[in-house]
């Protein structure tokens, strides 16, 4: 008698219009919004895709909407000579890639010591590393811009090498020194999503390990380091595609250096004869061409990211 009553409920339960009805509203709730932020972020690349491959002819035919009636790759031919995209591209993943690397080595220390090492000061200096990410970048333009124009290193280089300074302008070392000193672009917040990561890592794995006689460094490198591999997956792909899309401090650092998010300005600049049409054309080709490798690269790490992310605690 009881299996059948449990039964007959699982049979009204599965026929009940009322939650027939909420779940299925739901269902097409969720599809619609779904759909919908779908659209906001797909329509701009299919919108420059669709100018990417068009003739000027087709920009003044207004039949022409999404499909171009003349297909043609000049747009990306010009836009590649104009800018230089190859080395551009170069420059591009020199810096990105290196400062990468050198954020997550320091921002990875960092992080370590205020999650784990208990220090005076400890809290005031971890505020002082978040109020970074709030500190708009144009009030400390100046003085960075100095430093490394007229960089002495606190004075050492005229006793050690008789030079007044180092013009270090126009080339990678302010990033590399930037993101080594974990004061390069975002690193507070990249500091504080390894500290959250390393708060939640078992206290017991760190004393099992300084009971075998591991000091903290070697802690670090042998314990932490590889259960932190979903931070440092999220850290990447965050600093890289920031970095990449960077156009303010290395519109400050480098003038003479091309790189792909500053060369975007100068898409139809050089062109014999100044046309607003196809620059519009060519601006909409460089941002698909800069804009490429990113989503190339997301294709094959989307799933790794989602992953890194949900165990980070970014969202909790």
């Known amino acids: 008698m009881q299996q059948l009553s449990k039964s007959m409920d699982a049979i009204v339960i599965r026929f009940n219009p009322a939650k027939k009805s909420k779940e299925?509203?739901?269902?097409?709730?969720?599809?619609?919004?779904?759909?919908?932020?779908?659209?906001?972020?797909?329509?701009?690349?299919?919108?420059?895709?669709?100018?990417?491959?068009?003739?000027?002819?087709?920009?003044?035919?207004?039949?022409?909407?999404?499909?171009?009636?003349?297909?043609?790759?000049?747009?990306?031919?010009?836009?590649?000579?104009?800018?230089?995209?190859?080395?551009?591209?170069?420059?591009?993943?020199?810096?990105?890639?290196?400062?990468?690397?050198?954020q997550i080595i320091s921002c990875a220390m960092a992080a370590y010591a205020f999650a784990r090492l208990k220090f005076r000061g400890s809290g005031i200096l971890f505020g002082l590393v978040i109020f970074t990410i709030i500190v708009p970048p144009q009030t400390i333009m100046i003085p960075l811009y100095m430093t490394y124009r007229y960089f002495d290193l606190f004075g050492l280089v005229p006793v050690l090498t008789g030079q007044t300074s180092f013009n270090l302008i126009d080339t990678f070392w302010p990033f590399i020194l930037s993101s080594a000193t974990g004061m390069g672009l975002k690193n507070g917040l990249y500091i504080y999503i390894f500290r959250q990561f390393f708060r939640g890592v078992?206290?017991?794995?760190?004393?099992?390990?300084?009971?075998?006689?591991?000091?903290?460094?070697?802690?670090?490198?042998?314990?932490?380091?590889?259960?932190?591999?979903?931070?440092?997956?999220?850290?990447?792909?965050?600093?890289?595609?920031?970095?990449?899309?960077?156009?303010?401090?290395?519109?400050?650092?480098?003038?003479?250096?091309?790189?792909?998010?500053?060369?975007?300005?100068?898409?139809?600049?050089?062109?014999?004869?100044?046309?607003?049409?196809?620059?519009?054309?060519?601006?909409n080709t460089g941002v698909l061409l800069i804009t490429a490798p990113l989503l190339i690269m997301y294709l094959f790490v989307q799933r790794y990211f989602v992953e890194s992310v949900e165990r980070t605690g970014i969202v909790g």
């Not at 932020?37 to 022409?64: G, H, N, Q, T």
Request: glycine residues 4%; hydrophobic residues 50%.
């Open 24 to 102: 299925w509203t739901w269902k097409v709730l969720r599809t619609l919004l779904v759909t919908g932020f779908c659209y906001i972020i797909l329509f701009p690349i299919f919108l420059r895709l669709s100018v990417a491959f068009r003739d000027r002819i087709d920009v003044y035919d207004p039949a022409v909407l999404w499909i171009p009636r003349h297909f043609t790759l000049d747009n990306f031919r010009i836009a590649m000579e104009t800018t230089d995209f190859f080395g551009a591209l170069r420059n591009t993943l020199l810096i990105s890639g290196s400062t990468t690397i050198i």
């Open 202 to 283: 078992p206290k017991e794995l760190e004393e099992a390990a300084f009971v075998d006689g591991a000091g903290i460094v070697h802690t670090f490198f042998r314990i932490m380091v590889p259960n932190a591999i979903p931070a440092v997956i999220t850290v990447a792909l965050f600093s890289f595609v920031w970095q990449w899309n960077d156009s303010y401090y290395v519109g400050l650092f480098l003038n003479d250096v091309k790189v792909l998010s500053t060369q975007l300005m100068n898409m139809g600049v050089n062109l014999e004869e100044p046309d607003p049409v196809l620059q519009s054309i060519l601006l």
